[in-house]
């Protein structure tokens, strides 16, 4: 008989930065325990911003503060004899996206998503447009400028002007006039050493494109998803901003602002842009060589030419999760999608019973890497 109880998980959590970034995490990460329930057996590994390590039982807020602080050392002792099958990062700053997976290698852990190298590309705009451009991208033409530099080699204004490290849009400026180009690069300079000023691309349309990896009988391939769309016009708002993504309720709970109907939605079948749209995102995440999946934004201008905007090389297995929406666009649960990439990751069959829909028994068998 197959084995068919959950996967025993590993989940890597928190911020080494501030507690926002701690809060988004979990955010992601509490939805993913929700949505993974019968299919992944989750422990919990919490960084929190002062550098204390914690084991919550959940993530629920009384739960993380009754937790135990330890360093890492303690942590590690605690889980160095237990057995896990998969690791799943989700934390979002700069450390967790990159050094804090080695923690999956300390543990001898297969771990889920891109590695290092590919995370620390992904999160640096600038480093991400050279590789992807090598690898026959379209990017818009731009340029680093670092603090107390006065570049004479932007691109012609309207410019987008945002820090080379940071997410959500923070730091963001849409520059039309000569005079408010400093301020943008100074506002982006509070955010990170180094802005990214880069030709606006005008609308047009923007849309990000996930791209997955599936076994094939020749071998694991990349299968591009469904592209979701952002509602952009020129006249009232050529830009998304930060309030477009990330919001707080009037609990002062994060929520995520882009989850709505009006804010994004699956673009059809047979919209005319898909072909154009594949190909840069596989192109794109061929450059940058990641594994599992990646998440791709482009703009795409109004002679339907996609232009790349910045690529976001994680997925937390929430519902929310953009990549999980788009496979469910495409008929793949977020349990099936969790269950196929534990069997890429780990390079074993995998067993476990999905129970998206009707339970079935699904059994995914994969070669080594």
């Known amino acids: 008989m197959p084995r068919t109880r959950p996967l025993s998980t590993l989940m890597l959590v928190g911020s080494s930065t501030t507690d926002a970034m701690a809060e988004l995490s979990e955010l992601y990460a509490r939805d993913a325990v929700r949505a993974l329930a019968g299919v992944a057996d989750v422990t919990l590994i919490r960084r929190a911003p002062d550098g204390?390590?914690?084991?919550?039982?959940?993530?629920?807020?009384?739960?993380?503060?009754?937790?135990?602080?330890?360093?890492?050392?303690?942590a590690l002792g605690l889980l160095v004899h237990e057995h896990f099958d998969i690791g799943l990062p989700q934390m979002f700053c700069p450390w967790g996206m990159t050094s804090g997976r080695a923690l999956f290698e300390l543990l001898d852990i297969p771990m889920i998503g891109n590695r290092a190298p590919q995370m620390g590309m992904g999160a640096d705009k600038a480093l991400a447009r050279a590789v992807v451009a090598q690898g026959g991208v379209r990017v818009p033409e731009g340029v680093v400028v670092k603090p107390g530099e006065r570049s004479s080699q932007t691109p012609p204004l309207p410019v987008i002007v945002k820090p080379v490290m940071s997410d959500n849009s923070e730091g963001l400026s849409l520059v039309e006039r000569a005079e408010d180009l400093a301020p943008a690069i100074a506002h982006a300079h509070a955010q990170d050493s180094d802005a990214l000023v880069e030709r606006f691309i005008p609308p047009g349309r923007e849309l990000r494109v996930g791209v997955i990896e599936r076994m094939t009988p020749d071998g694991p391939e990349l299968f591009a998803l469904p592209p979701e769309e952002y509602p952009v016009d020129r006249a009232n708002h050529p830009v998304?901003?930060?309030?477009?993504?990330?919001?707080?309720?009037?609990?002062?709970?994060?929520?995520?602002?882009?989850?709505?109907?009006?804010?994004?939605?699956?673009?059809?079948?047979?919209d005319p842009a898909i072909p154009a749209l594949h190909a840069a995102a596989i192109a794109a995440c061929r450059a940058l060589g990641c594994r599992h999946y990646g998440l791709f934004d482009f703009r795409v201008d109004e002679a339907g030419t996609p232009w790349f905007l910045e690529a976001g090389l994680y997925c937390s297995f929430a519902d929310a999760s953009v990549?999980?929406?788009?496979?469910?666009?495409?008929?793949?649960?977020?349990q099936q999608l969790f269950v196929d990439m534990a069997a890429l990751a780990s390079g074993e069959s995998v067993s476990v019973e999905i129970a998206d829909s009707a339970p079935v028994l699904t059994e995914t068998l994969l070669a080594a890497e």
């Open 52 to 74: 204390r390590w914690s084991l919550p039982w959940s993530l629920e807020p009384h739960d993380i503060a009754s937790a135990m602080p330890m360093p890492l050392s303690a």
């Open 240 to 270: 998304r901003t930060a309030e477009d993504k990330l919001a707080r309720g009037d609990d002062g709970q994060l929520r995520l602002a882009a989850k709505t109907k009006d804010a994004a939605w699956i673009i059809d079948a047979d």
């Open 323 to 334: 990549v999980c929406t788009m496979a469910r666009a495409a008929g793949i649960s977020t």
